[in-house]
Antibody
Framework: QVQLQQGGAGLLKPSETLSLTCAVY????????WSWIRQSPGKGLEWIGE???????NYNPSLKSRVTFSVDTSKNQFSLRLTSVTAADTAVYYC??????????????WGQGTLVTVSS | IVMTQSPATLSVSPGERATLSCRAS??????LAWYQQKPGQAPRLLIS???TRATDIPARFSGSGSGTEFTLTISSLQSEDVAVYYC???????????FGGGTKVEI
């Protein structure tokens, strides 16, 4: 059974850089896109973007200028960096594995979520 | 593509049917998923391909629809079904996932 385990700092000051990791257990990074999705307090789900095992990326245009994804196949994990954070970036951040079936793409496995709070 | 869910909140008595709607601003064929999210938890996949239940999802959950109109039905609401439900579609060009705003189901 695939499990995603998230790590990273939960409290940041404005202008700092958010860094989160997602370690994959019980499966390989190969053959999938690995995604980051966030949820602001009391709000819905916002797709941040995704990275493949080979490093191909797709981004939410609204965040693209501040986001970097990376993959570490030796550790079987992938990472998110979001620069110049503000209070608007306060959210629970989730990692997830994108599944593909025909033209359908969906998220069958999720990390536990990391609450990131941006406050001075 | 914009995903619009209705209603925002749905109050249903135990054992009654709950019907949740999701509308896409463009044709997404049958490429639609539904998720359940309970407080403090990550979303859980319920339905993919508009109507295929995920592993271990009870049969009281069913999905239907295609094109731009989709429905998630809970045939007999249980107390453990109290949650927020989200629909989601994925654009391949440009690549992007979009979620609906959610429907909160309460007893």
């Amino acid at each position: 059974q695939v499990q995603l385990q998230q790590g990273g700092a939960g409290l940041l000051k404005p202008s700092e850089t958010l860094s989160l990791t997602c370690a994959v257990y019980g499966g390989s990074l190969s053959g999938y896109y690995w995604s980051w999705i966030r949820q602001s307090p009391g709000k819905g789900l916002e797709w941040i973007g995704e990275v493949s095992h080979s490093g191909s990326t797709n981004y939410n245009p609204s965040l693209k200028s501040r986001v970097t994804f990376s993959v570490d196949t030796s550790k079987n994990q992938f990472s998110l960096r979001l620069t110049s954070v503000t209070a608007a970036d306060t959210a629970v951040y989730y990692c997830a594995r994108r599944m593909v079936q025909g033209g359908d793409c969906y998220y069958g496995h999720w990390g536990q979520g990391t609450l990131v709070t941006v406050s001075s | 593509i914009v995903m619009t869910q209705s209603p925002a909140t749905l109050s249903v008595s135990p054992g009654e049917r709950a019907t949740l709607s999701c509308r896409a601003s463009q044709n997404v064929y049958s490429n639609l998923a539904w998720y359940q999210q309970k407080p403090g938890q990550a979303p859980r996949l319920l339905i993919s391909g508009a109507s295929t239940r995920a592993t271990d999802i009870p049969a009281r959950f069913s999905g239907s629809g295609s094109g731009t109109e989709f429905t998630l039905t809970i045939s007999s609401l249980q107390s453990e079904d109290v949650a927020v439900y989200y629909c989601q579609q994925y654009d391949h060009w440009p690549a992007r996932a979009t979620f609906g705003g959610g429907t909160k189901v309460e007893i």
